[in-house]
C-alpha cells in the first residue's frame, strides 16, 4: 500500500512539474502581434531579414517605432541606421520574421 500512495505522489508531482515548464516555455516567447505593433503596424515594416539572433527590419517611418517599448518586451538591444532597425531578439528573430511575411 506505502508504494502506492508514492507512486500517486510522484505522479501528481511530476504533473505539476510538466504543467509549469509548459506555462513557463509559452510565456518565454516574445508577443509577436504586439512586437508589430511596436514597430508601427504592419503597414509601416516594408522588408525584414533575419541573420543569428539579429533581426533587420526596414519601415516607411522609423519614428513610429517605440524602441523602448521594444527593449522592455526583450530585445537585448537596438541599433537605429537610417530607416532599418537590427533588433537583437535571439532565437525569436527567425519565428517573428516568419510571423512578419505572414501576416503582410
Not at 508577443?31 to 503596424?41: A, C, M, S, Y
Not at 530585445?75 to 533588433?87: C, H, P, R, S, Y
Amino acid at each position: 500500500m506505502d508504494y502506492l500512495e508514492y507512486g500517486i505522489i510522484a505522479l501528481v508531482l511530476l504533473v505539476i512539474l510538466l504543467a509549469i515548464l509548459k506555462a513557463t516555455k509559452k510565456d518565454a516567447g516574445l508577443d509577436f502581434n504586439k512586437l508589430v505593433e511596436l514597430l508601427g503596424g504592419k503597414d509601416n515594416i516594408i522588408n525584414t531579414e533575419t541573420n543569428m539572433s539579429r533581426f533587420k527590419v526596414t519601415l516607411k517611418d522609423v519614428s513610429l517605432a517605440n524602441k523602448e517599448g521594444i527593449q522592455k518586451l526583450g530585445a537585448k538591444g537596438i541599433v537605429e541606421i537610417d530607416n532599418q532597425l537590427k533588433i537583437i531578439l535571439g532565437s525569436d528573430s527567425k519565428q517573428l520574421k516568419k510571423y512578419i511575411d505572414e501576416i503582410k
